[in-house]
C-alpha cells in the first residue's frame, strides 16, 4: 500500500497519529472493510474504537446503508433483546404495539455493538443465532425474520477471560473474532501525543471561536510523559478544557500540572527551541535547529582548510551560541515567537546558501532530508510540510540524493 493511499485513508478517516500502531491499523480497515467478515474492536475505554467502526463502514460496500449504534452496556439486561431484535404487541407489558429491533433497522447495513462484553447470556445466543444463521425471532414472536448485516463489535475487556468466568459463550467469542482489530492504550504510542493536541486544540478553538495561543514545550513534555488512563478520549476533554479555563494565555508546565495534579518535572527551561504557535511550528524549529548546528560544522571545516581554523577554548560559548541568535531560550512563562525568515523559498536547493555557506550545500541538504524522513517514519508528505517544500521536489531530492 503507497504512504498516498494511506495518507489519504487516514484523513477520510479522522484517525490521527503517525506511529507505527496506528498505520497497522489503517492498514488493516483497507484490507478487510470491503467484506462482510464480522469485525471484533478490542481496546481500552477511550481508545477510539467506534472511530475504527466507522472507518469500516464508510468503507464497505454497506455505506450507503443504514450503520445502527448500540452500546450494550448502556441498555438495561432486561430490554435488551427487545432492542436488538424487536418485539411483537403483547408479549410484555407496556408492548402495546409491534416494535422493530436494531438489527431489522440495520438491514442491509452495519450494527455496531459495543460493549459486547455486557451482554446477558440468553441475549449471547440469539446474536449467535444471527451469525449462523442470519436470522432472529422477536421477543414474543413465534415467526423467524432474517436479515443482512454486517456485525462490527467491541470490547474494553479481556472476552477469554470472561469465558473462564463464565460470563461470555466461547462458540459467540470465535464467530466475533474471525478478525481483530486491537486499539491500542494511549500510553503505547505517545509519539502522537502531540500531534493529537495540535488537531484537538486547533479544532476545538477554532469551532468556538476561543483564542488560543499554545502549549509550552514543558507543557507538551509532561502531556507526553502522562499515562492518560482515559486514553485519547482524556486528553481531548483535557486539551479542550485547558483552552477554556487558560483562554488567551499560553498553556504552560504549572497549568498543566495543576490540573492534571502530578508534579512539575524537573526541566531544562534554557533549551534551544521557543515556544510554538503550533505543533507543527515546533516541528519546523528542531529542523532549523539542525541547519544552524550544521553550519558551524561546515564553517569549522572551511576555517581548517583555509587555515584559518582556530580551536575553541573549554571556556568558551556552548554550541547553542549560533542557534540562539535565532532561536531565543524557552522561558516557561513567556512566548518568544520570531519569524522564520532563514527558511529557504522551494527552489532548485531548498536550504539557504546564505545561511549555510556555498561549501557543502549538497551535503547539508542531503542530511536534512535524510534526518527529516527518518523523524517522520519515511512518510514523504510530513516530511515535505515539514520542510516547506513539495513532494514532487522531495522525491527528486530522494533520488538525486539516493536516499
Known sequence: ?????????????????????????????????????????????????????????????????????????????????????????????????????????????????????????????????????????????????????????????????????????????????????????????????????ERFALDFANRNNIPFKGFSPNALHIMENYRWPGNVRELKNFVESMIVLEKGAVINSTMVARRLGVEKRSISTNLPVRVPKSIDQAERELILQQILLMRRDITDIKNALTGDYQPLALESAPRTTDIQRYIPPVQEEEDSVEDESEYAEEDQSFVNPNVLGKVSLEEVERELIEKTLQKFHNRKRQTANALKISERTLYRKIKEYGL
Not at 98 to 103: L, P, V
Not at 163 to 183: H, P, Q, S
Open 1 to 197: 500500500m503507497s504512504e498516498a493511499h494511506l495518507d489519504k485513508l487516514q484523513q477520510s478517516f479522522g484517525i490521527i497519529g503517525e506511529s507505527e500502531r496506528i498505520k497497522e491499523i489503517i492498514e488493516t480497515i483497507d484490507q478487510v472493510a470491503g467484506t462482510d467478515i464480522t469485525i471484533l474492536i478490542a481496546g481500552e475505554s477511550g481508545t477510539g474504537k467506534e472511530l475504527i467502526a466507522d472507518a469500516l463502514h464508510k468503507m464497505s460496500r454497506r455505506k450507503h446503508q443504514p450503520f445502527v449504534k448500540v452500546n450494550c452496556g448502556a441498555i438495561p439486561a432486561g430490554i435488551l433483546e427487545s432492542e436488538l431484535f424487536g418485539h411483537v404487541k403483547g408479549s410484555f407489558t407496556g408492548a402495546i404495539e409491534d416494535r422493530k429491533g436494531y438489527f431489522e433497522t440495520a438491514n442491509n447495513g452495519t450494527i455496531f455493538l459495543d460493549e459486547i462484553g455486557e451482554m446477558p447470556m440468553e441475549t449471547q445466543v440469539k446474536l449467535l443465532r444471527v451469525l449462523e444463521l442470519g436470522e432472529f425471532i422477536p421477543v414474543g414472536g413465534s415467526q423467524s425474520k432474517r436479515v443482512d448485516v454486517r456485525i462490527i463489535a467491541a470490547t474494553n475487556k479481556d472476552l477469554a477471560e470472561e469465558i473462564e468466568k463464565g460470563n461470555f459463550r466461547k462458540d459467540l467469542y470465535y464467530r466475533l473474532k474471525t478478525i481483530t482489530i486491537v486499539a491500542p492504550p494511549l500510553r503505547h504510542h505517545s509519539e502522537d501525543i502531540p500531534l493529537l493536541i
